[in-house]
Nanobody
Framework: QVQPVESGGGLVQAGGFLRLSCAISGGTFSTYAVAWFRQAPGKEREFVAAVTWNGARTFYADSLRGRFTISRDNAKKTAYLLMNNLQSEDTAVYYC??????????????????WGQGTQVTVSS
C-alpha cells in the first residue's frame, strides 16, 4: 500500500517561509511523479507544483512560480515544497500526491492515484 505522509505545516507570519515534506511508505517512490496541491476553505483543490520521477523537470502554477520550489530525494523517498515569502492567500491545506503512470508530471488532480492526508499552512498578516 502506497501512502504519502505530509509534514512541515504550521503557522507563519506573512513574508516567512516553510518547507513541507512528503514521505512515502510502500511502493517505488523513484518511479512516481510527485505533485503538491492545496485547498483553501471554500475553494477547489488547486495545483501548486509537480516534479517528474527523476527530478529533471518541474512545473508550477503560474501565480506561484518564483516563490515555491519543489524537489525530491529518491534515496530518502521524500519530496519537498519550499515556500518563500508566504502571504495570507497561501493559507490552505497542502496535499502531496503521487502518479505512478506518467513519465512527465501532470497538473491535473485526477491523474494522481495516491494522496496524503494533508498538512495545514496558516499565514498570519
Amino acid at each position: 500500500q502506497v501512502q504519502p505522509v505530509e509534514s512541515g505545516g504550521g503557522l507563519v507570519q506573512a513574508g516567512g517561509f516553510l518547507r513541507l515534506s512528503c514521505a512515502i511508505s510502500g511502493g517505488t517512490f523513484s518511479t512516481y511523479a510527485v505533485a503538491w496541491f492545496r485547498q483553501a476553505p471554500g475553494k477547489e483543490r488547486e495545483f501548486v507544483a509537480a516534479v517528474t520521477w527523476n527530478g529533471a523537470r518541474t512545473f508550477y502554477a503560474d501565480s506561484l512560480r518564483g516563490r515555491f520550489t519543489i524537489s525530491r530525494d529518491n534515496a530518502k523517498k521524500t519530496a519537498y515544497l519550499l515556500m518563500n515569502n508566504l502571504q495570507s492567500e497561501d493559507t490552505a491545506v497542502y496535499y502531496c500526491a503521487l502518479d505512478p503512470n506518467r513519465i512527465s508530471a501532470s497538473r491535473v488532480r485526477g491523474d494522481y492515484d495516491y494522496w496524503g492526508q494533508g498538512t495545514q499552512v496558516t499565514v498570519s498578516s
